[in-house]
């Protein structure tokens, strides 16, 4: 089993052939492939590399399935007594999927 661990958009991702994945959103079109080469480990037929930051000369190769945007979530503060305040305020965060074409050692 070959997988990665990538690094995108501040977060580590594991990446497997043939996996979607929902990553922070990429300024690329739809059916666009996209390589990934922040890549911490990979494991290749059992066998682990780990980068110092990252593995020189490997690479995810992905294509973007679709950028959408995910559900609303509400952070909400409140602060009793008399004089108190109410904070509402909703977030909808921007993602890409992208599904992992192979991982590349």
Request: hydrophobic fraction near 40%; charge should be positive; avoid cysteine.
């Amino acid at each position: 089993m070959n997988y990665a661990i990538v690094q995108t958009g501040g977060k580590q991702i594991l990446a497997e052939k043939g996996k979607q994945l929902d990553i922070e959103k990429l300024e690329l079109k739809d059916g666009a492939t996209v390589k990934l080469d922040k890549v911490l480990l990979v494991s290749n037929e059992g066998k682990i590399i780990v980068g110092r930051p990252y593995v020189k000369g490997a690479y995810v190769e992905a294509e973007i399935v679709k950028t959408y945007r995910d559900k609303k979530v509400i952070s909400f503060k409140y602060i009793r007594r008399e004089g108190g305040a109410k904070t509402k305020i909703g977030h909808r965060q921007s993602l890409t999927r992208i599904l992992v074409k192979s991982v590349v050692v």
